[in-house]
Every structure is written in C-alpha cells, then in structure tokens.
C-alpha cells in the first residue's frame, strides 16, 4: 500500500485549506484512515479518523469543529478540509491507513502505513 498527500500549502489564519490522500490498493475500503500531524520539535499528534464506510469520523480537540474528514471509496482517497486555520495547525500532515478492526484508532503506532507527509504553513 503507498499513501500519495497532496494539498499542503501556505495560508493566512483564518483560511482554509484541503489535503487529499490517494491509496494505491485495491482494497481501500478495507482501511481505516487518519490524518496526523507533526509541528516542528512536538511528537507526531493524531487529528482525526475515518471508518472504513465513511459514516464514522473522530477528531482530536484540538480539531473538532473546524476540520473534516472525508472519503471517497470509489477514488481510493481520503480529505482533511481545514477551515478557520490557526498558526498552531503549522505542521507536516501524514495520512496514515490500517485494516479496519473497529473503534477508532488514534495512536500512531497502530497504524501499518504512512504517507510522505505534506507541509501546512499558516501564517498571522
């Protein structure tokens, strides 16, 4: 499995951004899918999960309310809308996927695949 990001950018706070994820398998909707995130000198942080049907998302605090995760099945992709952007979302974004097994996994080291990663800059 290889996990594409793409999306990433500069933005000035209070904008929006959306970050995409291609799965190469052809088992997508086999995988539940995350976003996480790492700022420069912090550990790599979840912000939210998808279930494997789409129906089921779950996000961090720090998150909730002004990001959304999304997936399309038939496109082997799944989203990060951010809105209302705040200079402490600055970080590389990382799209991660695990065969699904219910809940709602939220630590990185239960995840079997990463993406590269993609560079979210926000500016005041």
């Known amino acids: 499995v290889q996990l594409v990001e793409s999306g990433g950018g500069l933005v000035q706070a209070g904008g929006s951004l959306r970050l995409s994820c291609a799965h190469s398998?052809?088992?997508?909707?086999?995988?539940?899918m995350s976003w996480f995130r790492q700022a420069p000198g912090k550990e790599r942080e979840f912000a939210a999960v998808i279930n494997w049907r789409g129906d089921a998302p779950y996000y961090a605090d720090s998150v909730k309310g002004r990001f959304t995760i999304s997936r399309d099945n038939a496109k082997n992709t799944v989203y990060l809308q951010m809105n209302n952007l705040r200079v402490e979302d600055t970080a590389v974004y990382y799209c991660?996927?695990?065969?699904?097994?219910?809940?709602?996994?939220?630590?990185?080291?239960?995840?079997?695949?990463w993406g590269q990663g993609t560079q979210v800059t926000v500016s005041s």
């Open positions: 398998g052809h088992t997508f909707n086999q995988y539940t």
């Open positions: 991660a996927a695990v065969l699904a097994r219910g809940g709602w996994p939220i630590e990185s080291s239960e995840y079997d695949y």
